[in-house]
């Protein structure tokens, strides 16, 4: 007899783990096929050393087939979910349109860039969300910097020397840590460019860091501060232009760059499926079942999982929720065809992690608050013991990072219009540990 086919859409944090799961739990009860628009799970948060050139793209692109045996991979962008008959119906890279029965579906579309009505950020920003950002940025950067020392303009030379990161979170906090090294280290390398780069963060909340431990936020805002980046809490900007940003302070920034990390979305997907949302999340149960289709099951950024640990909230939108979670849904998709019985999802932190580049880093693992060098190690630590796959590849970055000079080129393999903000990856999940 044929085997029921589940049916795994998105391979993030919590797709890729629900798949990883299944294979362990019921790969000989069910087929299981993973649809996602790449062939790799992307580990987002070291997606801030690709753009300083610390790690190699390839590095934290870890390859779907090879590393999820026994799960069909099928490569194609979901548009739509047909749940009376049971299909998903999605468009394969060259355009072609298909579709995929299941017997069993588990939802796991992530988030995209959260986008604010501040004129001018959709033309001239980029965000921060996939492999083509990180390598755009790195370019970016690097040509920045070059043409700086080459313009005669003092000017035109402060306004290439000047990055703009719009959101104190974790993403905006590492790209401005890491950023502000990286250009340090271009500067040492251009004797001729007669200014130093000056890396601005901005944010509304009143710290950096606002999610976390207050400890930990002073942390990285001394940091920060002392490396020589400007942080302005309590501010944005309120327009944006080719050649600048005014703030919401009224300051005028002369600047061409700027890097848009306020925050994620859920995917624009779930709000298509014509179900239960809460806050743009679809609405499920504490086995993450969606009400009235019990074989329909959601996880990550793209559910609101409710939070027993708090009642009547849902859990925040972080990879450790994402990946806790895929593997839960795993296992009541088992227990749904009789392997062993379904869990409702509890959850304990284990605390965090923010590397803050050089020998800094921020972390507080069993809510112990460390700095410094001991954080760097439980920081990557971390990092190695997350990554599904090129822990050694990584580690091997990293070592010849301390030892060498980056080496900092522009490939030029990513055009501007191609990262355009309004239409980043929306695969991803958001970059939280």
């Not at 271009?186 to 780069?197: D, G, S, Y």
């Not at 300051?251 to 925050?263: A, F, H, K, M, R």
Request: proline residues 7%; glycine residues 8%; charged residues 20%.
């Amino acid at each position: 007899m044929t085997k029921p086919r589940v049916v795994i859409v998105g391979a993030g944090f919590a797709g890729y783990h629900a798949a990883k799961t299944l294979t362990r739990l019921a790969r000989d009860r069910a087929e299981i096929v993973l649809l996602n628009s790449t062939d790799y799970f992307l580990y987002l948060p070291l997606l801030p050393e690709v753009a300083a050139g610390v790690v190699e793209p390839g590095r934290i692109a870890v390859p779907l087939t090879g590393t999820l045996n026994g799960v069909r991979v099928v490569i194609g962008e979901a548009d739509h979910v047909d749940l009376q008959n049971r299909w998903v119906g999605f468009t394969q890279p060259e355009g072609e349109r298909n579709r995929l029965a299941y017997d069993r579906l588990v939802l796991a579309v992530g988030s995209v860039n959260k986008l604010l009505p501040i004129p001018g950020v959709t033309e001239y920003a980029h965000g921060f969300r996939g492999l083509p950002e990180a390598l755009y940025l790195h370019d970016h950067v690097v040509r920045q910097i070059e043409l700086a020392e080459q313009a005669e303009d003092p000017a035109e030379q402060r306004a290439r020397s000047t990055f703009v990161v719009v959101g104190a979170g974790y993403t905006g906090t590492e790209v401005a840590a890491h950023g502000q090294l990286f250009t340090d280290e271009l500067t040492a390398q251009r004797p001729r460019l007669p200014i130093r780069p000056q890396w601005m963060l901005l944010d509304v909340a009143p710290r950096v860091l606002p999610e976390l431990d207050q400890r930990m936020s002073r942390t990285a805002d001394r940091v920060l501060r002392r490396r020589g980046v400007d942080v302005r809490m309590g501010t944005s900007v309120a327009v944006a232009t080719a050649d600048g940003v005014t703030l919401t302070d009224g300051d005028y920034v002369p600047t061409c760059s700027l890097i848009w990390c306020v925050g994620v979305r859920p995917d624009p997907f779930v709000a298509d499926l014509g179900l239960r949302t809460e806050k743009g999340r679809l609405v499920v149960d504490e086995y993450l079942n969606v009400p009235g289709f019990p074989e329909v099951y959601a996880c990550g950024d793209a559910a609101a999982v409710p939070d027993l640990t708090r009642p009547g909230e849902i859990c925040t939108m972080t990879a450790q929720h994402a990946q806790r979670q895929g593997k839960l849904a795993a296992h009541n998709v088992a227990a749904s065809y009789g392997q062993g019985r379904r869990r409702p999802y509890q959850h304990h932190d284990l605390g965090w992690v923010v590397d803050l580049g050089g020998k800094q880093a921020a972390a507080n693992p069993l809510k112990v608050p460390l700095s410094g060098l001991p954080a760097k190690a439980v920081t990557r630590g971390y990092h190695l013991l997350a990554m599904p796959g090129n822990r050694a590849r990584v580690s091997v970055d990293w070592l010849l990072d301390a030892a060498l000079p980056r080496s900092a080129v522009q490939l030029g393999l990513i055009p501007a219009d191609a990262v355009p903000l309004e239409s980043e990856s929306p695969e991803l999940p958001t970059h939280a540990r």
